[in-house]
């Protein structure tokens, strides 16, 4: 056979085979041209579309216009006046500089550009065709700005036509784009329409993100938003944008990402949000996320292929690993999230969700030293295993209360405490107590908080200690100081939202500060007074504040003086009612009752630090269930809820860590 003959193709041909890969549809185009746009300084941008952009996609704006001796070249490869030296590449600012839009759009399409700037008196207008002038621009009458018309988009590429998607389909693409650029660029006023129709988009000049995102995406999303701004200084990123909190899930999720002000796709990114959510969302089911991204220009490759919107940078994954902690404590700290706990995870059923593993897939890829392999599953072994074999206490918590020189004792049995769930959940709206959590959510220690959700239960060492390993190290653990930051955060982020313990009958106050009173711990001396009376005093305190105490924290006193309910500040569990009578008499005499602030901050300390404390006597009776409490009750709800504040970092002991222990054997 005889061999082709190898022509060199026409370069009509060549050019628009480029450029059909830069303009693949609509949209694409429309975005290219939004930009320009944008970086004329308009804040006036209307687009009109016929039949989904394929007859025509005009945009108007009110920017600076193009100047006639630029209009002969405007529309040749690699002409922009943004771009001159090579350096400038990595300082750019706005989103062209390839100068290679309006080029390419030129050869698959009729390109008309009408333009007028402010410094002359008439306005052009001009014809292109395959990157060239048609005809010398003509004057015309206009206002300042430019607009731009595309028509019979890929008329001379038959295939690439056939396979677009109906108009109706292109049209919602287009649609897509400029809701996506007025949400990030509220100042600036868009419309879309239809040719000869009512426009199906119109934001107005000067409105906030959120004005936009409720007009366009909807109030139920706009009602859900949870702010978000990060400002790193070690990558040199920030970030602001919104994504919803839990209450709001769609099957369609939305994401919009914006870095350095270009609408782009990051798929590791959505990948880590994603996974943020799935702990939160019904399966299936995905948020509404709008982030812009600044990085530094010089840590952006952008160099990447105009059509690929796929973006990377440099420190990617530390940067997104910071967006997935920060998105995740705002979600932990968000009311809703402790709601939406609380709906699901009602007392009496002790879960374990958090298995999560990222660590599989890493193994994959790196060469696994046998110094490194970890034990991931605490079912694996745990040091249970290695002292005498344990029946799991039952879940159901005993409380006995073990003072005797009280008939209160046999009036507090096994069945005294009894938990039910508040099912309303209602805002928080007191300044005071978001404050409190904010200066939590701002204290909370990335770092440990990663540590705790990773963690693997190893086992526990006495009342204060437990063990845990975190990848390759072991840790011993201050357990009680962990704890008392927990039930404190409890307090703060179910206020008013807090489930009771029922303390059934009955306990009246005043007698259980008597009992108080009798014991060393209160310090009570002869100089105090009559315990009788002192412990009237408390008790009219109590009854007094009562209110406060029930409204915001689940803690009901009657009138009567009575002890009816208990906060339940952590799924199936109980304090010891043993320290009860201390805990009334340090409410009466440590809280600050008369300031609010003060008041919430010394009631919640207060509270946590009684919830936090493990009697002797109880530990003596029966070591194993609070072994079982510790472990499945305590560690699992710091693993889902604690903020842990830097300062717990001295709690957390680092005992060893394989690595380590090689080198001890490898010298053996
Ligand atoms: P780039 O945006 O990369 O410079 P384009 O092909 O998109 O390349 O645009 C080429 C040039 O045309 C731009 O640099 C700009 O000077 C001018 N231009 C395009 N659109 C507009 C507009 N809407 N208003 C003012 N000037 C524009
Ligand atoms: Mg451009």
């Known amino acids: 056979m005889e061999p082709g003959i190898i022509k060199k193709l026409d370069e009509a041909v060549v050019n628009r085979i480029a450029a059909g890969e830069i303009i693949q549809r609509p949209a694409n185009a429309l975005k290219e041209l ?8 308009s804040n006036y941008i209307q687009i009109t579309i016929k039949s989904g952009g394929l007859k025509l996609l005009q945009i108007q704006d009110n920017g600076t216009g193009i100047r006639k001796e630029d209009l002969e070249i405007v529309c040749e490869r690699f002409t922009t006046s943004k771009l001159t030296k090579f350096e400038d590449l990595t300082n750019i600012a706005t989103y062209g500089f390839r100068g290679e ?4 759009i030129s050869h698959v399409a009729h390109l008309t550009i009408q333009t007028k700037t402010a410094q002359v008196a008439c306005g052009y207008k001009a014809c292109y065709e395959d990157g060239k002038l048609k005809a010398p621009p003509k004057p015309c009458a206009g206002n300042q700005g430019t ?22 389909e292109e049209f919602q693409k287009l649609s897509d784009v400029v809701s996506k650029y ?10 879309l329409k239809k040719f000869g129709e009512q426009p199906t988009i119109k934001t107005n000049v000067g409105s906030t993100q959120e004005q936009n995102i409720r007009y366009i995406f909807g109030a139920n999303i706009a009602k859900e938003l949870l702010p978000i701004e990060i400002e790193d200084n070690i990558h040199k990123f920030r970030l602001k944008g919104c994504v919803t909190k839990v209450n709001y899930s769609a099957k369609k999720g939305i994401m919009m990402l914006f870095i350095n002000h270009r609408l782009v796709d990051s798929a590791a ?7 943020v959510y799935s702990a939160y969302l019904p399966k299936g089911m995905h948020p509404f996320i709008y982030l812009s991204l600044d990085l530094e220009p010089t840590n952006i490759d952008v160099n990447v292929h105009p059509t690929k919107h796929e973006v990377h940078f440099l420190y990617e994954d530390d940067i997104i690993e910071k967006i997935k902690t920060y998105i995740e404590i705002q979600l932990l700290g968000s009311n809703d999230t402790r709601a939406f706990y609380k709906q699901l995870k009602l007392p009496g059923v002790v879960e374990n969700n958090e298995n999560e593993d990222n660590r599989g897939s890493k193994s994959e890829v790196d060469k696994v030293q046998p ?18 074999t344990q029946q799991n206490p039952t879940q159901h918590i005993k409380t006995e209360f073990n003072t005797s020189q009280s008939s209160l004792s046999q009036s507090m049995n096994d069945e005294s405490f009894r938990v039910t769930a508040a099912n309303i959940s209602k805002e928080v709206r007191l300044t005071s107590v978001l404050n409190m959590q904010k200066r939590v959510e701002n204290n909370c220690s990335v770092h440990i908080r990663k540590t705790l959700k990773e963690m693997v239960f190893v086992g526990v060492v006495d009342k204060h200690f437990a063990l845990f390993q975190y990848e390759t190290r072991l840790y011993l653990c201050h357990t009680l100081k962990f704890c008392e930051e927990l039930f404190y955060q409890r307090l703060l982020f179910k206020f008013e939202n807090l489930p009771q313990i029922k ?18 711990e209160s310090g009570w001396t002869e100089e105090d007074g009559d315990k009788s009376e002192l412990a009237s005093r408390a008790a009219t305190i109590l009854v007094e504040k009562a209110a406060i105490m029930r409204e915001y924290f689940s803690l009901n006193i009657s009138d009567k003086g009575e002890l009816e309910t208990l906060p339940c500040l952590v799924e199936n569990h109980c304090p010891s009612n043993i320290y009860l009578p201390l805990f009334l ?8 009752w008369e300031t609010e602030e003060e008041c919430f901050e010394t009631f919640c300390r207060e509270t946590a630090r009684y919830y936090t404390i493990v009697s002797e006597v109880e530990l003596l009776s029966d070591v194993n269930r609070h072994n079982w409490i510790v472990e499945h009750i305590i560690y699992p709800a710091m693993k889902r809820y604690l903020l842990p504040p830097n300062k717990l970092k001295k709690e957390m002991y680092e005992l060893t860590s394989l690595p380590k222990l090689y080198k001890v054997f490898e010298r053996c």
């Not at 028509?151 to 677009?164: G, H, I, S, T």
């Not at 008499?585 to 600050?592: C, F, K, P």
């Open 503 to 520: 303390v059934e009958p009955k306990l009246p106050i005043k007698q259980l500060i008597v009992l108080a009173l009798n014991t060393e």
């Open 269 to 275: 990114l959505k990948s880590a949000i994603d996974s």
């Open 101 to 104: 839009a309006l080029s390419s």
């Open 585 to 592: 008499l340090r409410l009466a005499t440590d809280v600050e």
């Open 34 to 41: 939004i930009e320009n746009s944008l970086d004329a300084k």
């Open 147 to 168: 607009i731009i018309s595309i028509e019979d988009l890929f008329y001379n590429m038959p295939q690439r036509k056939q396979a677009l998607k109906s108009p109706a």
């Open 371 to 388: 110094k490194e392999i970890i034990r991931t599953d605490a079912k694996e072994q745990k040091l249970d295993k290695f002292l005498i």
């Open 182 to 191: 007025a949400v990030h660029n509220s100042k600036i006023g868009f419309i």
